[in-house]
């Protein structure tokens, strides 16, 4: 479900990737965001996003018009552990 902004400022905060969709994405694709789940990877539903799927992590935003796993993949090894504090 989607996450509250205090929640996603939080994950950001702890230096996580947020991985954000529109929840009408096709569960295919949403099955395929899913694959990056895991340690500093959070992956949630939004329905206030200006693009299919949107990345953020501290200071930092990837807009996808469609999910592109490499991109978001590069995203989050570059971004991954860098929080305010880092």
Do not use: S
């Amino acid at each position: 479900r989607p996450l509250t902004r205090p929640v996603q400022v939080g994950i950001l905060e702890r230096g996580d990737v947020l991985v954000q969709h529109q929840p009408d994405l096709v569960p295919a694709l949403q099955a395929e965001l899913a694959t990056l789940a895991g340690p500093g990877v959070v992956i949630a539903p939004n329905p206030d996003l200006p693009a299919p799927v949107v990345a953020t992590a501290w200071t930092h935003k990837r807009t996808c018009q469609a999910v592109d796993l490499d991109a978001l993949r590069g995203f989050i090894d570059a971004r991954r552990g860098k929080g305010p504090g880092d």
